[in-house]
């Protein structure tokens, strides 16, 4: 079995920052794909920034240039910098990862955590 734990939610000030950290633990050969989720009240569950095992790095529009994604291999644990957060931000945090779980086994199994909230607000 796979667990990823998300921490470093919390309420924090329009412009103010948070780093987000996520680690990947249990049955684990090697992960692939890394990222972080969103999903606000109302809404659909949105990427927000993926990072794969070769380093190629995506984000959403609404965060590029304020939003940063990094992984520590060797800890199975991926980052996300926050900076100048906004209301719009607010919303509950996923963890993502493509884990490939034995080494007989080359397939990738998809998993979440269970989420962080981040709450923007004045």
């Known amino acids: 079995q796979v667990q990823l734990v998300e921490s470093g939610g919390g309420l924090v000030q329009p412009g103010g920052s948070l780093r987000l950290s996520c680690a990947a633990s249990?049955?684990?050969?090697?992960?692939?794909?890394m990222g972080w989720y969103r999903q606000a009240p109302g809404k659909e569950r949105e990427s927000v920034a993926i990072?794969?095992?070769?380093?190629?790095?995506t984000y959403a529009d609404s965060v590029k240039g304020r939003f940063t994604i990094s992984r520590d291999n060797a800890k199975n644990t991926v980052y996300l910098q926050m900076n100048s957060l906004k209301f719009e931000d607010t919303a509950v945090y996923y963890c993502n990862a493509a884990v490939r779980k034995w080494d007989y086994d080359p397939r990738y199994y998809n998993y979440w955590g269970q989420g962080t909230q981040v709450t923007v607000s004045s």
């Open positions: 249990g049955s684990i050969f090697s992960i692939n794909g």
């Open positions: 990072i794969t095992s070769g380093g190629t790095i």
